[in-house]
């Protein structure tokens, strides 16, 4: 007796796999409330984009920037073209990482729709000339304060929570606040840039040199900046006072649990 072949069992996909990008910078602009020297005014912000008013999921709400993925690209490219065709952003500019995928039912009205989404944490040089194209009608930098106060589409809100927590661990972990400052600076100028982004960064600062400073018997992140006499230079940029100069060092430190 001739056994009948099993029937192959029929698997749904999901309806389509995009891709969203976060895109956060900081803005720095000369304060104007104040006759005497200070630190310049920098906020934390986030690119958004305006979706077509005449789009079928969340018209005129404003969201990521971020699309669909074609067949033969991998999610990487597929974050960077969105990135660039609704932004004008050049990817080059902008090095983006994965943060982790979404998907909780009803996310997205189009149906069974999960997304991958990226961010960033650049210079706002880097975002010179950005754009709204492609099927975005408006693009603009929010406040994050702003942005967590309105009702963006899909799951953004949510999603807008976790890579603000992803970036404010890469400030305090890594170096990357070089990024957002010259190549030397005072030490009031780094802690602005951190508190910029972790609001409740708490540091004594009368110890906050101490351990960044690289010193004979120890390697710092940061050093003082000598002249061609081999003494301490100091600004009066933003103070009345004499500050010390500091830049980064090379030294990234190797972080252990033991």
Not at 22 to 49: A, G, M, Q, V
Not at 98 to 123: C, E, F, H, S
Not at 151 to 163: C, P, T, Y
């Amino acid at each position: 007796m001739q056994i009948p072949p099993k029937e192959k069992p029929v698997y749904r996909s999901p309806d389509g796999l995009p891709t969203d990008i976060c895109i956060f910078t900081i803005t720095s602009e000369p304060r104007k409330d104040t006759n005497h020297k200070s630190l310049p005014d920098r906020k934390l912000k986030i690119l958004l984009i305006q979706r077509d008013p005449q789009s079928d999921r969340f018209p005129g709400y404003w969201a990521f920037p971020g699309g669909f993925l074609n067949e033969h690209e991998t999610l990487d490219q597929c974050a960077e073209r969105e990135l660039r065709e609704e932004t004008h952003i050049l990817n080059e500019k902008v090095h983006i990482k994965q943060l982790k995928a979404y998907y909780t039912p009803g996310r997205d009205p189009g149906g069974w729709i999960p997304t991958v989404v990226y961010y960033a944490l650049v210079n706002e040089q880097a975002l010179a000339g950005y754009k709204a194209d492609d099927d975005a009608v408006d693009a603009r930098l929010f406040t994050v304060e702003e942005a967590m106060s309105m009702n963006l589409a899909f799951d953004h809100n949510e999603i807008l929570k976790d890579a603000l927590q992803k970036i404010q661990e890469i400030m305090v972990q890594t170096n990357i606040a070089k990024e957002f400052l010259p190549e030397e600076f005072t030490l009031s100028e780094l802690l602005q840039v951190i508190e910029t982004v972790v609001p409740d960064f708490k540091v004594d600062r009368s110890n906050f040199s101490r351990r960044l400073v690289s010193t004979i018997n120890r390697k710092g992140i940061i050093e003082e900046v000598r002249d061609a006499e081999g003494s301490a230079k100091y600004s009066t940029k933003y103070s009345q006072n004499r500050a010390k100069l500091y830049k980064f060092t090379n030294y990234v430190p190797f972080v252990s649990i033991y």
